[in-house]
């Protein structure tokens, strides 16, 4: 889908993204301590963050398909972001609340914040890049032996 | 809002910073996404960014299989922080101020050239090795707080709601611990 995209598809992503970095400006999410405090329950103001982008992003998901068939800079189908259930959404999950919980940060929120001019948090996305690495290596790697070994594990 | 008016004492433990800087913040979040969806279809997520970027240094099978969409997600990064940036230009420099905006305490703020920038107090052992188990879980996980929570979750999928509830559940418990053991901040 690479080859020849409509000339407003980038514009319109990055418009997307600003607003996205503008709210989790707004709303505190991209500082850590914010978050933490709600982990430790002291400011539950994170649930209207959560609450209020879900209710706006299942306004548009239920409503949108039935309106128009397609997405005019794509032509993509418009669908629902239904991900399969395996055990991984739960030691996925799991990993990422400790880690969630140890920092306070999340991958959007960690961009945002360097957009603040949080650099401290140039550890956190250093951090994300290695977890994200080592797992992307040992889940390739366990891919490619699973293929030529033909399921010997 | 009407809670104030019914318990203050209830609302002002619960919400000590207010609502409103959330809720808008939050609608703001929702806002973006669906500008990218209705435009194209996507329903993005900012954890992917982190493995369809390492494709571009990396051959490894896991990274690749993200080569099509690697470089509008370096383009939805750069837009988060630079919306950020524009957020720190205005609200968090008081160049501009909004009842339903109420600035906070955490964190220390610092002036550079009439512009103020925010730094957190967090130490960077916990960013740096939340930030490594972020990175391996929401990837395993299929997801993190803008994938599951805010597309998944408003898509109704099942899978979003219970990685949600899951990592939710967990995070608690962890900042929990982590505070009961003295470590601040």
């Keep these: 889908m690479s080859q020849q995209r409509h000339p407003l598809f980038m514009p319109l992503i990055f418009l997307g993204g600003l607003i996205f970095g503008f709210g989790l400006g707004f709303s505190h999410m991209a500082r850590p301590e914010v978050v933490l405090n709600f982990l430790q329950f002291e400011d539950f103001g994170l649930l209207f963050v959560m609450g209020g982008a879900a209710v706006v992003s299942g306004l548009a998901f239920a409503l949108v398909p039935r309106l128009r068939e397609r997405a005019p800079l794509t032509g993509a189908a418009y669908g629902r972001r239904l991900k399969s259930f395996d055990r991984n959404v739960l030691i996925g999950g799991g990993i990422f609340g400790v880690g969630w919980g140890l920092s306070g940060i999340c991958p959007g929120a960690a961009y945002a914040s360097l957009g603040v001019g949080n650099v401290t948090i140039l550890w956190a996305i250093a951090g994300m890049f290695v977890g994200a690495y080592v797992q992307g290596v040992w889940r390739s790697q366990r891919a490619a032996s699973g293929t030529t070994s033909a399921g010997a594990d | ?122 130490q960077p052992w916990r960013l740096f090795l939340g930030g490594i188990l972020v990175g391996i879980g929401t990837r395993i996980g299929k997801g993190c707080t803008s994938g599951h929570g805010v597309c998944g979750v408003g898509s109704a999928s099942k899978t979003s709601i219970v990685g949600v509830i899951t990592f939710l559940t967990v995070a608690i418990g962890t900042a929990q611990v982590v505070m009961a053991l003295g470590v601040t901040p």
């Design chain 2, 1 to 122: 809002m009407a809670p104030e008016l019914i318990a203050p004492a209830l609302y002002e433990t619960l919400f000590p910073a207010g609502v409103s800087r959330y809720a808008v913040g939050g609608l703001l979040v929702g806002l973006g996404a669906v500008v990218i969806y209705l435009g194209t279809g996507i329903a993005a997520g900012a954890s992917t960014f982190l493995e369809s970027t390492l494709s571009y240094v990396s051959d490894q099978s896991r990274f690749q299989r993200y080569r099509a969409s690697r470089d509008w997600r370096v383009v939805f990064t750069l837009g988060i922080v630079v919306g950020a940036a524009i957020y720190a230009l205005t609200f968090q420099s008081g160049l501009v101020s909004s009842g339903l905006y109420q600035s906070g305490t955490t964190g220390e703020l610092r002036e550079v050239g009439g512009f103020t920038i925010w730094l957190t107090d967090v």
